[in-house]
């Protein structure tokens, strides 16, 4: 098992997370596959990302130079 899945399947089934609203991941295109079959989907509504930094290659809007990385956060539902 790779790295990423180890790590994706680890954060799917910790027990103080399985209640909440939403897990979300930022990823590369070429990672998609991957989380899908996480339950991760791309249809996420209205919502966008965007970013600031002064990473030369986060800020490549075109995708040349960008990282194949994964970003996971969890939003915890309402009380």
């Given at each position: 098992?790779?790295?990423?899945?180890s790590l994706v399947e680890r954060i799917?089934?910790?027990p103080a997370l399985q209640n909440v609203a939403s897990i979300e991941l930022v990823c590369q295109p070429e990672l998609m596959p991957l989380h899908r079959k996480w339950g991760f989907s791309e249809n996420v509504g209205r919502?966008?990302?965007?970013?600031?930094t002064s990473d030369p290659l986060l800020a490549d809007a075109?995708?040349?130079g960008s990282r194949a990385c994964a970003r996971?956060?969890?939003a915890r539902a309402p009380r």
């Open positions: 098992m790779r790295l990423a899945d799917c089934s910790e919502s966008r990302l965007l970013r600031r075109g995708g040349r996971i956060n969890v």
